[in-house]
Each structure stands twice: as structure tokens, then as C-alpha cells.
């Protein structure tokens, strides 16, 4: 049996609000579920290989938003790159660019 692993933030925070509750117990669930080993898929998650090697995205519906939470699944954790609201149809540039610089830092420590 595979140990969990732990969360590292390196950005971002889930708490109500901006999160309903029930968003909140939902994005809990699903990174516990990612800490014990668990490879989910869409809908709850999809690769981000524009980011780098075993980043993820986990997507999450709550009251006309949908919350995404990137991270990379590293030996040592999981580790959280950020935490948007997504409004458009492709994650801003500006977004991916922060999520690669968070990781090349975190893999280089």
C-alpha cells in the first residue's frame, strides 16, 4: 500500500468563502483521494503537460464558477501551484507561466 503523501501549497488556498462549502468538501475529497495514489481523470482532472512532467489540473463546478487547482504530482507530495477561478475557455498565459516558475523552483530546492 502506497503512504499519502503530503500537500505542499506553494500558491493558493481553498477556504469558504470565496469556495462554497460544499465545493470545498468536494476539492478535499478529491485530493485525498490524489494523495493515497489515486490517478483520477476528466471530469475531475486532466494532465497539464504544458506545465511540466505529472502536472494536473483539478477542475471543480460551484455556483457558476469552476475552480481549478494545478499540481504536480512529485515523489515527496503533491504539490499545489495554484488555485484559480476559471472564466475562459484556455488557462491565461500568465497563469502557466507562474505555475512553471513555482515548479521549476520546488524540483531545483
Known amino acids: 500500500m502506497e503512504r499519502t503523501k503530503p ?3 506553494l500558491h493558493g488556498e481553498v ?4 469556495f462554497s462549502p460544499r465545493a470545498r468538501r468536494e ?16 471530469p475531475h482532472s486532466r494532465p497539464m503537460p504544458s506545465i511540466g512532467s505529472a502536472c494536473h489540473e483539478l477542475r471543480v463546478s460551484d455556483s457558476g464558477l469552476t475552480w481549478r487547482i494545478v499540481y504536480a ?6 504539490v499545489i501551484l495554484e488555485v484559480f477561478a476559471k472564466k ?22
Open 27 to 42: 476539492v478535499g475529497f478529491l485530493l485525498k483521494l490524489v494523495q493515497s495514489g489515486e490517478k483520477l481523470s476528466l
Open 88 to 109: 475562459t475557455e484556455s488557462t491565461p498565459e500568465k497563469i502557466l507561466v507562474a505555475c512553471r516558475q513555482r515548479l521549476r523552483r520546488y524540483r531545483a530546492a
Open 73 to 78: 504530482l512529485e515523489e515527496d507530495a503533491i
Open 15 to 18: 477556504k469558504t468563502p470565496p
Open 7 to 9: 500537500l505542499v501549497w
